[in-house]
């Protein structure tokens, strides 16, 4: 997104003639004082313009086009716009209501050149150009954290415990925890968590993570009979989910990195990590589910839930693992460590700042499916199976 920003010594007619179409530019000096255009420059060389202040259409000399670039001009088409407004709350924000479409999206392009809807765009915009700076300058910084790099090195299962204590690779991956929430606690606020297909996962999987999926869509209300009052809200959370037409500085593709399911208790965000038969074991989820943690424990990303995804009363959120019970050699000492280590006062002070607590939950498929519809799976917990850790007593 650099583009929209002059090049250092381009002029005014440069930009025109490389802005071919429509095109906002913003913080411009017209007549001695600062203000905001819409251009439209047609291929033929004909063009016209407008400030935010008046409707009435100018002719433009692209030569000798009556407003000059200024230090903090920006230059957006249109199609910059859209993308930025799509993704990016601050931008979506200063899109009046006729610019949206049915499907949610934004297309300035709706809007008319000289109405009184652009001046109002050209304002906000305007007014948001720290915002736009911000929003530039985050997709340069590296995404690659050291979390990043433990949660992709994970193997089926880590040592987080030894001896009643946490271990240095334990200790290692909370520190990279505070050092990752830092950096994404900085990104700009988001739109969107890539969950709004309602038409996805509609038929009978195989694969147990989505079968248990697919049960709890079909049963949200406390699917797997917890004591506490666990309920199904969505799955595959995307926390950095933006459209193919930005990019993230990372050596990953973050449109492919979800957290598994997102829960409610009692009106609190439980974002959680599934791991079925098969699979890694609980101590490899939870490190996999703190580096998903260390990018949702901030203030922005808790405002963006309530925005996005309603019906959660509180902003306060939870952790959870929920791992189907195997007979595995090392699965049960796993678990258990899994559970110390997240009842240890060190993982208490690191995480207690942002969470409530962290819940881990044994299940089993029941082997008679009491579900209305014949054939749906149906899980449960196990006697026993529940942790609950709280970090905020």
Avoid at 16 to 23: D, F, H
Avoid at 343 to 360: D, K, M, N, S, Y
Avoid at 371 to 387: I, N
């Amino acid at each position: 997104m650099n583009h929209i920003r002059p090049q250092p010594g381009e002029t005014t007619a440069a930009v025109l003639r490389r802005s071919v179409g429509r095109v906002l530019l913003l913080n411009v000096m017209v007549d001695g004082a600062a203000t905001s255009v819409c251009v439209n420059v047609e291929g033929g060389g004909s063009a016209a313009w407008r400030r935010k202040e008046e409707g009435k259409r100018r002719p433009l000399d692209l030569d000798s086009p009556g407003f000059s670039l200024t230090e903090r001009t920006l230059v957006l088409v249109y199609d910059d716009v859209n993308m930025l407004a799509n993704n990016f709350h601050a931008v979506r924000e200063a899109m009046p209501a006729k610019a949206v479409k049915t499907d949610g999206s934004v297309a300035v392009g709706k809007l008319p050149r000289d109405g009184a809807d652009m001046g109002h765009v050209l304002a906000e915009l305007e007014r948001r150009y720290d915002d736009l700076l911000a929003i530039c300058t985050t997709l340069d910084v590296s995404l690659d954290t050291k979390l990043f790099s433990l949660r992709r090195a994970v193997g089926h299962s880590v040592g987080l415990m030894k001896d009643g204590d946490v271990t240095e690779y334990a200790t290692g991956v909370l520190s990279a925890f505070s050092e990752s929430q830092r950096v994404y606690a900085g990104l700009p606020v988001l739109r969107g968590f890539g969950t709004e297909n309602p038409g996805r996962g509609q038929n009978l999987p195989n694969k147990g993570d989505a079968r248990l999926r697919y049960y709890m869509q079909r049963n949200p209300n406390n699917p797997l009979a917890a004591s506490r009052p666990l309920d199904y809200v969505a799955y595959e959370l995307k926390p950095l989910n933006i459209s193919d037409g930005l990019k993230w500085n990372c050596s990953f593709d973050p449109r492919t990195e979800s957290v598994d399911l997102l829960l409610s208790l009692a009106g609190s965000h439980v974002f959680t990590e599934v791991k079925m038969a098969g699979d890694k074991f609980v101590s490899a989820a939870v490190v996999q589910l703190l580096y998903y943690a260390s990018i949702l424990a901030n203030d922005k990303q808790r405002e963006r839930l309530a925005r996005e995804i309603k019906g959660f009363p509180s902003q306060e959120a939870w952790l959870c693992v929920i791992a189907q019970q195997r007979d595995d050699a090392g699965f049960a000492s796993d678990l258990g460590a899994a559970v110390s280590f997240l009842r240890h006062e060190e993982t208490r002070e690191t995480l207690g700042p942002f969470f409530c607590g962290a819940a881990v939950l044994v299940i089993e498929e029941n082997p008679e499916p009491f579900c209305a519809m014949k054939g749906t799976p149906s899980f449960r917990v196990l006697r026993d199976g529940e942790h609950f850790i709280e970090w905020r007593k």
